[in-house]
């Protein structure tokens, strides 16, 4: 089975202390810290235990600047076959549909029986998988905790649904799956495997290369700005009630009718 997993180069949010910059529009990002997108680590190690298991091969690929080339690097250390690298000037500021079209102009060129993505990246808007999927006329499925292949037509997928409860659906192959955290444990990444890839060579792709015209991408051809991008003010903290299982019960009703939500 032939996979291709898109991934993206984040800020880590565990080795950053995050300010805005000085627009008000986006974090300031210089001297951040970065590493690979968490859902995409699961995506691309789940690409790799159907591939051991069914055999085929991993390609992993993202949209970035030069230095986006190192998330690749560390996927293959995990164990993707191959990397794929979509960088230009001309991408800078795609939007998600943006994004989606630039990945879509590669895909195209391949042949991929699986496509994953992770299910949101930093921005935290989940809609890259489901755009793609859509331009590229396949089957989606979103927030997927299980893969089950049943053939080299078909798979079921698990979802978790409201209520804690897991739905399993069957969808056919070529497909396009966002994945979720926890359907897997994604393996740990050692000296040794980022050596061996160290100098294994990875192709770019420019604008030109996908034949794509830099007006439909990138700034120019996104459909949504941020306009603003701002730290919520605190809530006051939460106010526990204390008393007899009926007497909290009874302080709790006569709140939620104070506040209007009885």
Do not use: H
Not at 47 to 52: F, L, P, Y
Request: hydrophobic share 40%; proline share 2%; aromatic share 4%.
């Amino acid at each position: 089975m032939e996979i291709l997993v898109c991934v993206k180069r984040v800020p880590d949010t565990a080795e950053n202390e995050f300010e805005l910059n000085s627009a008000g529009n986006d974090l300031d990002r210089d001297d951040l810290v970065y590493s690979v997108n968490e859902w995409d680590n699961y995506a691309v190690e789940e690409a790799i235990q159907i591939v051991d298991d069914k055999g085929g091969s991993v390609t992993v690929i993202t949209v970035g600047d030069d230095e986006s080339e190192e998330v690749l690097r560390r996927e293959m250390a995990m164990g993707a076959d191959n990397g794929i690298l979509l960088t230009d000037d001309a991408f800078e500021g795609s939007d998600g549909m943006g994004i989606a079209a630039i990945l879509k102009a590669e895909i195209e060129k391949g042949s991929y029986d699986l496509i994953l993505t992770g299910a949101q990246a930093d921005e935290g808007a989940g809609q890259v998988g489901g755009m793609l999927a859509a331009m590229l006329d396949l089957p989606y499925a979103s927030l997927v905790n299980k893969i089950e292949v049943v053939d080299d037509k078909t798979l079921k997928v698990g979802r978790e649904i409201e209520g804690g409860n897991q739905e399993m659906n069957e969808i056919s192959l070529p497909a396009v799956l966002s994945i979720q955290t926890g359907i897997n444990e994604p393996r740990y990444v050692g000296i040794r495997g980022i050596r061996k890839v160290a100098k294994v060579e990875i192709p770019e792709k420019s604008a030109s290369d996908l034949g794509l015209d830099a007006g439909s991408i990138g700034e120019a051809g996104a459909k949504t700005k941020r306009v603003d991008y701002f730290v919520p003010d605190l809530g006051d903290g939460a106010e526990m009630l204390e008393g007899s299982t009926e007497e909290i019960i009874e302080k709790l009703i006569e709140k939620l009718k104070a506040n209007g939500g009885l």
